[in-house]
């Protein structure tokens, strides 16, 4: 089996086929093949996966995920306009959550972290030099079930 760039699904050069891995419980799909870069939490190769049709990188032990700015609003947009509705509260931004510094995965600079500006009360850790952003588990998830301040044109905050 054999990973293209810019695709969710493996080929196989024999038969041809198409190999789509199952989603996991994150709705990450894990296409397997090592990247280069290792997790800024574990310090483990992270490796290639998909989820909602975009191309990630996602480590195996702590599930975070490593993704590129312009794939992040992509993402988000495209799962939160297929999400029925918020179906969580949003829990309060943690303070600690702040506190923590990581090295980005490419070019081993501090990842600036911050508080995310959208919905889901979550900490972002940011390379603004390799435009990336890191994900850590769940909070891919908080973002796309939270409330926001309008959905299908009414106040889910009233």
Same mark, same amino acid.
């Given at each position: 089996?054999?990973?293209?760039?810019?695709?969710?699904?493996?080929?196989?050069?024999?038969?041809?086929?198409?190999?789509? &891995?199952?989603?996991?419980?994150?709705?990450?799909? =894990?296409? !397997?093949?090592?990247? @280069?870069?290792?997790? &800024? =939490?574990?310090?483990? &190769?992270?490796?290639?996966?998909?989820?909602?049709?975009?191309?990630?990188?996602?480590? #195996?032990?702590?599930? !975070?995920?490593?993704?590129? %700015?312009?794939?992040? %609003?992509? /993402?988000?947009?495209?799962?939160? +306009?297929?999400?029925?509705?918020?179906? +969580?509260?949003?829990?309060?931004?943690?303070?600690?959550?702040?506190?923590?510094?990581?090295?980005?995965?490419?070019?081993?600079?501090?990842?600036?972290?911050?508080? @995310?500006?959208?919905? #889901?009360?979550?900490?972002?850790?940011?390379?603004?030099?390799?435009?990336?952003?890191?994900?850590?588990? #769940?909070?891919?998830?908080?973002? %796309?079930?939270?409330?926001?301040?309008?959905? !299908? !044109?009414?106040? /889910?905050?009233?």
């Amino acid at each position: 089996m054999r990973l293209e760039e810019d695709k969710d699904y493996l080929n196989c050069d024999y038969c041809r086929s198409m190999y789509f &891995p199952e989603a996991n419980d994150d709705g990450v799909r =894990v296409l !397997g093949e090592p990247a @280069y870069e290792l997790c &800024p =939490v574990c310090e483990i &190769p992270l490796v290639h996966a998909a989820v909602g049709g975009q191309r990630i990188l996602h480590c #195996g032990r702590c599930r !975070g995920i490593l993704l590129a %700015v312009p794939v992040f %609003v992509q /993402l988000i947009d495209d799962l939160r +306009a297929h999400h029925d509705h918020a179906s +969580a509260i949003a829990r309060p931004l943690n303070p600690k959550d702040l506190e923590r510094t990581i090295r980005c995965p490419r070019c081993h600079g501090p990842m600036d972290t911050h508080p @995310y500006g959208g919905p #889901g009360n979550i900490v972002l850790d940011t390379c603004e030099n390799c435009f990336l952003h890191w994900l850590d588990y #769940g909070e891919l998830q908080r973002i %796309v079930r939270a409330p926001d301040y309008c959905h !299908g !044109g009414e106040s /889910l905050l009233a």
